[in-house]
């Protein structure tokens, strides 16, 4: 079978879902202009695929700033200029640096993720996008040890690149039960491992709350222990992966609370699918994060 996409191997949920649930939420104004941050503690975000397939990029762009958030994740090279036209960037950039399931505990991949971040680290400094993603890759059988040992072998080529050019290059942690079979880096300390085994304040962890909800739970303990290895969070409910609201088990204003908390300067991206109207459902998600 062809491999599949993040989008893809989401798809099928998201289509899945049906029905809407109306639930007391904040007061927000039937108009898209309305400035929904109001605190502004934490730097919000919104992932781009959840929205393509209802809502055009400089639409999202326009709206996300309109609301007064700070950023669009997860855009091409390509798409960053759309971002900043609208006043927003790129909170974290796609680097042509493998894919989810052919990542960095693979030496054969080494080469294609090092190009990556040697082409497109110089235009994320340029066009002002803090963070590139990378993943750690699908295990295929092999030990944790040799994985772990790969992937700080791959960062080490990387991470002056990152360095010299003032970028982040971001892990995402993935959980491995619901969505990503066979993802090796689907644990915090896993992640946490590789981050001090390559030593660099350029290499830092995407933090998932909704994939490491599925796969260890204790979420704001977690954050609290680890949050100088995190370089960036995705929001998401659960289960289901759609709205962070009242229909799932997450609390994300505590969540949120303690992030900011251990001083985090960065960005934190919503990467939930909606079953609702999706800019409603965003409106919603920016308030309720804004303590």
Request: charged fraction near 25%; hydrophobic fraction near 40%.
């Amino acid at each position: 079978m062809p491999m599949m996409s993040r989008r893809d191997a989401l798809k099928a949920g998201a289509a899945a879902t049906v029905g809407a649930v109306s639930l007391p939420g904040p007061d927000l104004a039937a108009s898209s202009t309305e400035k929904i941050v109001k605190k502004g503690r934490i730097k919000q975000s919104a992932c781009f695929w959840c929205y393509e397939k209802k809502v055009p990029l400089d639409d999202l762009c326009r709206n996300a700033a309109e609301m007064g958030m700070a950023a669009i994740d997860l855009l091409n090279a390509g798409q960053w200029e759309t971002a900043r036209k609208h006043g927003l960037t790129c909170s974290v950039g796609y680097a042509e640096a493998g894919n989810i399931a052919d990542g960095l505990n693979n030496k054969a991949n080494h080469d294609k993720i090092v190009q990556g971040f040697e082409k497109n680290i110089p235009l994320a400094k340029k066009a002002g996008v803090p963070n590139v993603i990378v993943f750690f890759g699908n295990r295929r059988g092999m030990s944790d040890d040799e994985a772990i040992a790969n992937s700080v072998a791959c960062l080490n080529r990387a991470k002056k690149i990152a360095e010299d050019n003032s970028v982040n290059i971001v892990i995402e942690l993935l959980n491995s039960k619901v969505d990503h079979k066979d993802y090796i880096g689907d644990r915090t300390s896993y992640g946490v491992e590789v981050c001090k085994a390559v030593g660099s304040e350029r290499v830092k962890l995407l933090y998932d709350i909704y994939h490491m909800q599925i796969m260890e739970g204790d979420v704001i303990r977690t954050i609290k222990n680890n949050h100088q290895y995190i370089g960036h969070y995705h929001t998401g409910g659960n289960p289901g992966r759609n709205e962070i609201d009242q229909t799932q088990e997450l609390h994300y204003p505590a969540i949120v609370k303690a992030i900011i908390d251990t001083g985090f300067s960065g960005f934190m991206a919503h990467e939930f699918i909606p079953k609702r109207d999706p800019l409603t459902s965003l409106r919603e998600a920016v308030a309720l994060c804004d303590v």
